[in-house]
């Protein structure tokens, strides 16, 4: 078997993105059906950058909120933000009902908190089956047993004129923070394309994810293992233009066998993600990483052994 071969095995076909779509669709046309404070939504993430590896076990999907006639400002805390509805519309906005009033300063926050409990609410309204139903992060996590598929909804807000929306900042009950998911898409397709790394960087992120799912003693998150991926390249950016796709590993690897903090800052460069990993787990990581990368020192058949096997 060659690489390429094994790359397209792991790859979702288009009748196994078309299967899943009933399912994702339900659950988007539940929420917004339950909930009017949603102008749309629509899937994001790895679907979107087309760096999912099969089978589509996890799906994330964003909807709009009703943001109009507010005013968002960075707090103390960098990176932070809190929202608040103007004035003139406090009574009558669509998010009235998700804020958290301030008596020092008069104004309605709006609550991520608040909203994201509301989600798993009418959720469960539906799927009144499903046991997996919660926030989970910024987002609310819905585990569809019967399609073996787990959906993430998060709600954003968009910043009009800004190149950024706003998600929950998970831990507080007024923050939100910054994300690009158009961002995350522009920078990866570019990254793969002919003009830089000829098709192979989706090639290394599936490869790594792949080793992430079945290889690796413990997990990263998906989305901060893409980070860690962006981050090694942007640090050695033309010494890997022309390299292969091997060597680029090679350097990935290299990179998180010596991230000894155990960050990253995610695509667009707004905050740092952790991999979270207890000191036992981030030594057996490091444990199957240095493995992984004297495989990666020998030729193809071994590197496609090391994840068949």
Known sequence: MSIQ??????????????QISISW????????????????SKLTWSYSRRTKIKPIDDLDIIFKLKAWNTTFWESSESWRYYVTINSWFENSHPLRNFTNYNYSDGKYYISPIMITNKMVEKIKETYSTTPYIKRNWECVTVNLSSYELTIDCTPYIWVTDESYILIPAWWNNLYWKKTNPENDIEVTNKLNSSECYDWKYKWVIKLMKYRNEYVAPYKM???????????????????????????ILKWIVFYLIYNRNQMVKDIPWYEYLSFWFTDYQWAKYLEGLNKFFKILWIDD????????K
């Not at 339900?26 to 949603?38: A, M, V």
């Open 5 to 18: 071969s094994f790359i397209n095995s792991i790859t979702p076909s288009s009748d196994e993105i078309e």
């Open 25 to 40: 669709w339900n659950i988007r046309s539940t929420i917004e059906s339950k909930l009017d404070i949603f102008w749309w």
């Open 221 to 247: 998150r998906s989305y901060v293992l893409e980070c860690a991926v962006y981050s090694a390249i942007w640090v050695n950016y033309f010494s890997l233009l022309n390299d292969d796709y091997r060597t």
């Open 301 to 308: 058949d071994a590197l496609i052994n090391y994840f068949t």
